[in-house]
């Protein structure tokens, strides 16, 4: 699986942004398509999860009320809405894939950048 993320970029505090990651090389069905990000200097951390077959989606305590993901079957694509997003989320935002339940996220794109500032 390849995985191709998009839609960083620079957005005051309070803004809103989409990320999308979009899967090729098979379908993805099955699979648990995640996000994750990596601040400046800090370790890499979960942002949200999704179970491409059962829509069931999970989120860091810090993102809850105000980021969505979700996908579109069709276009095998997943997506991060992220609202009123504040400086502490500038980061490099990863999308991920698992197999499923049990197997970890060994499938990542090449991050994308977002920047909030004050």
């Known amino acids: 699986v390849q995985l191709q993320a998009s839609g960083g970029g620079s957005v005051q505090a309070g803004g809103s942004l989409r990320l999308s990651c979009s899967a090729s090389?098979?379908?993805?069905?099955?699979?648990?398509m995640g996000w994750f990000r990596q601040a400046p200097g800090k370790e890499r951390e979960y942002v949200a999860s999704?179970?491409?077959?059962?829509?069931?989606?999970y989120y860091a305590d810090f993102v809850k009320g105000r980021f969505a993901i979700s996908r579109d079957s069709a276009k095998n694509t997943v997506y991060l809405q992220m609202n009123s997003l504040k400086v502490d989320d500038t980061a490099v935002y990863f999308c991920?894939?698992?197999?499923?339940?049990?197997?970890?996220?060994?499938?990542w794109g090449q991050g994308t950048l977002v920047t909030v500032s004050s």
């Open positions: 991920a894939a698992s197999r499923g339940v049990g197997f970890p996220f060994d499938y």
């Open positions: 090389g098979r379908t993805v069905s099955g699979y648990i």
């Open positions: 999704i179970s491409w077959n059962d829509d069931r989606r």
